[in-house]
């Protein structure tokens, strides 16, 4: 595997392994030294490994896995590197107990395919309740930028 040549990440690695942070992919993949999270744009030079997870013995013992995926989601040169914890392990609350609590939860069906169908139900109508409905509040007032923000209307 192709690692930078530096003092500083060298220094980086010594300083979490000293504190007991361990890289999570050499722990769950055999073939670590062939995952590389780093393609150059030039074919001349190495891919490496650039990216890692470090995490302490506590939080391995309750971890599943650690891989390295592709990156579907955004154009980068870097891949994805994962760790999938336990939630039971994490929470102490089983997938049943969590399954149980969404059954009482009610929720409402859109059938969007049928907003034109009548005259009461039509993408005019919503569209002008909306403009309505923001007016008669506040928040036209209020600029929503990060998700906190949401809990102060």
Same mark, same amino acid.
């Given at each position: 595997?192709?690692?930078?040549?530096?003092?500083? =990440?060298?220094?980086?690695?010594?300083?979490?392994?000293? +504190?007991?942070?361990?890289?999570?992919?050499?722990?769950?993949?055999? @073939?670590?030294?062939?995952?590389?999270?780093? %393609?150059?744009?030039?074919? /001349?030079? =190495?891919?490496? +490994?650039?990216?890692?997870? $470090?995490?302490?013995?506590?939080?391995?013992?309750?971890?599943?896995?650690?891989?390295?995926?592709? /990156?579907?989601?955004?154009?980068?040169? *870097?891949?994805?590197?994962?760790?999938?914890?336990?939630?039971?392990?994490?929470?102490?609350?089983?997938?049943?107990?969590? /399954?149980?609590?969404?059954?009482?939860?009610?929720? %409402?069906?859109?059938?969007?395919?049928?907003?034109?169908?009548? /005259?009461?139900?039509? $993408?005019?109508?919503?569209?002008? *309740?909306?403009?309505?409905?923001?007016?008669?509040?506040?928040?036209?007032?209020?600029?929503?930028?990060?998700?906190?923000?949401? @809990?102060?209307?």
């Amino acid at each position: 595997m192709a690692f930078v040549n530096n003092k500083w =990440q060298f220094s980086l690695f010594r300083t979490l392994e000293s +504190r007991r942070l361990l890289d999570t992919i050499p722990i769950f993949n055999d @073939n670590d030294e062939e995952m590389y999270t780093y %393609t150059p744009a030039d074919f /001349n030079r =190495q891919e490496s +490994r650039l990216d890692y997870i $470090w995490a302490s013995l506590s939080m391995l013992e309750k971890s599943v896995n650690s891989t390295v995926i592709e /990156n579907d989601h955004f154009d980068t040169d *870097h891949k994805t590197i994962t760790l999938s914890l336990d939630t039971v392990q994490m929470t102490g609350v089983s997938l049943n107990t969590t /399954n149980q609590k969404k059954k009482h939860i009610k929720r %409402t069906v859109f059938q969007y395919d049928e907003m034109d169908k009548g /005259n009461e139900h039509t $993408w005019e109508n919503f569209s002008t *309740h909306l403009d309505l409905e923001l007016e008669n509040t506040l928040m036209k007032d209020f600029s929503i930028v990060k998700p906190r923000h949401i @809990n102060t209307l």
